[in-house]
């Protein structure tokens, strides 16, 4: 496989205005410790010194100095750091420059390397990944073709949204980086490595290279996830101080059960089929969708429906089973599974506590925008802050996050007890709702998950109003909308 080299012309800005030029790095390790420029013009210069650096230092080079392999590692985890705070904002071609730089840069760090790891990207690395369904093939990473990667990427892609941890992903979508390193690198003469008719294109020599789209599409998928794993690994975890009881769950099921009949039934049917192909929605397609479809609105339906139109006819099917509003709340008195969260049980049980909340809090707020962090609104390292607790779904399940730390549950039902405990027995809070009456607070829902801790609830209600609204069951019912006939 012979190294595909570009030309690629590199000239500084003039001054304008009297002000200082910005000159790019001059060397290496001034690329590795230098910080990636704001301004577009600038941004492009430097983009294009590490393309050229990258290119120069392995010609006709089968290792390089450990040092130096350290210093592209380091390289790339600037770029994927600036990746993770600013990709959003950049124009598409920056997007791919950025992309194909910091992988390239990962590819040389661990390829160049007289000392590298032997074991990274090997089938033994991967043996929990491959048990659990997430790796396509059973061979070594650096082995892949163009399309086996592509197929790999769309594996993990389909996996992501129910698994429950992040931690075994860490070392994986690294490595996936790296190896579209090695296709954005090199360029070969036969079509054995670049075997996707739609991801490579033709060099004026005769050789295959990956082409634009391939560069577009990996980037895609892979800053999806990597974002999604930024967010989780931002958050410092611990478990809940005690497990949340059989006793405790049941008692929330009963709580909710208001919420399965008359108007109020066909409230939260009406959220549950509107939610349910968001949940459905996979890393990359909202952002392709809106690509694509100029003038098309970028609901979970639409999107779901463009890409993976089979996935619309399970939902309604799914939808469309005799009372799946009250068997998928029933799943929250299963017992979790330790791999895997269920997005759809957790989702309906975010509504229907929503429901429940929103009667009773003052009018215009609502509970899912007060009390409920979703990752896409999570921006680290700027984390939620203040002695009230908030339920926040930091990769795919839901937590609670209190005194700087993230309390990690099984499930949104799990997450919920947990808050109202926390919420009523830290001092700071006593079970108030910040920017709440008195009167609206937890006290009565901390008795009905916790009736052992009876005398707690006791103490705490002498200190306010006797009258507790928010989980008296079932007075925590919207009363606006008056009883079933006339609900709406």
């Not at 790095?25 to 704001?38: E, I, M």
């Not at 770029?79 to 420059?97: C, E, F, I, N, V």
């Not at 070392?171 to 190896?179: K, S």
């Not at 925008?369 to 700027?382: G, I, M, N, T």
Request: charged letters at 30%; a neutral charge; aromatic letters at 10%.
């Amino acid at each position: 496989m012979r190294r595909a080299r570009s030309k690629l012309r590199v000239a500084y800005r003039r001054e304008r205005g009297g002000t200082i030029p910005y000159r790019p790095p001059d060397d290496l390790r001034a690329l590795a410790t230098s910080s990636v420029p704001d301004d577009k013009a600038d941004r492009s210069l430097y983009l294009s010194v590490a393309m050229k650096f990258a290119e120069e230092k392995i010609h006709a080079a089968k290792t390089l100095r450990t040092e130096d392999a350290a210093l592209f590692g380091a390289s790339a985890r600037t770029l994927k750091g600036y990746a993770m705070q600013r990709r959003d904002s950049l124009s598409k071609r920056h997007r791919m420059l950025l992309w194909v730089v910091r992988a390239r840069a990962r590819f040389i760090a661990h390829w160049y390397d007289p000392h590298r790891d032997p074991s990274v990207g090997t089938t033994a690395a991967l043996a929990d990944l491959l048990d659990a369904g997430l790796v396509a093939f059973d061979k070594p990473m650096l082995a892949y073709t163009q399309s086996e990667l592509w197929r790999a990427l769309l594996v993990l892609v389909a996996g992501l949204n129910d698994l429950r941890s992040p931690a075994p992903l860490a070392d994986y979508v690294d490595w996936l980086t790296m190896c579209c390193g090695k296709f954005f690198l090199f360029a070969a003469r036969d079509g054995a490595a670049f075997d996707h008719p739609l991801f490579r294109r033709e060099t004026t020599d005769g050789n295959r290279c990956a082409n634009e789209d391939f560069f577009r599409e990996t980037e895609r998928l892979v800053y999806g996830v990597e974002r999604r794993l930024h967010v989780a690994f931002s958050f410092p975890r611990r478990a809940p101080a005690r497990p949340t009881s059989e006793g405790a769950m049941r008692a929330f099921r009963r709580w909710l059960d208001p919420c399965l009949g008359g108007a109020r039934l066909d409230f939260v049917e009406g959220e549950f089929r509107s939610q349910m192909f968001e949940w459905r929605v996979l890393v990359g397609e909202k952002e392709r969708y809106v690509e694509e479809e100029a003038f098309g609105e970028a609901s979970g339906y639409n999107v779901v429906a463009k890409w993976r139109p089979e996935c619309v006819d399970e939902c309604t099917e799914y939808l469309d089973r005799p009372e799946a509003a009250k068997t998928t709340l029933d799943r929250v008195l299963l017992a979790p599974s330790p791999s895997r969260v269920d997005p759809v049980c957790d989702g309906l049980c975010a509504i229907a506590v929503s429901y429940m909340f929103d009667a009773v809090l003052t009018t215009g707020r609502r509970f899912r925008d007060a009390f409920v962090k979703r990752r896409d609104e999570l921006r680290p390292p700027a984390l939620p802050c203040g002695p009230f607790p908030l339920i926040v779904q930091s990769f795919n399940g839901f937590d609670v996050w209190h005194a700087g730390e993230l309390r990690v549950c099984d499930s949104f039902a799990h997450a919920f007890v947990e808050w109202v405990r926390l919420a009523c027995e830290d001092e700071r809070v006593r079970g108030l709702l910040p920017d709440e009456p008195r009167t609206v607070n937890l006290l009565a829902a901390y008795e009905m998950l916790f009736p052992e801790e009876v005398g707690t609830a006791t103490a705490l209600r002498r200190e306010l109003d006797p009258l507790s609204v928010v989980g008296r069951y079932p007075a925590a019912l919207p009363a606006h909308y008056g009883d079933d006939t006339d609900a709406f």
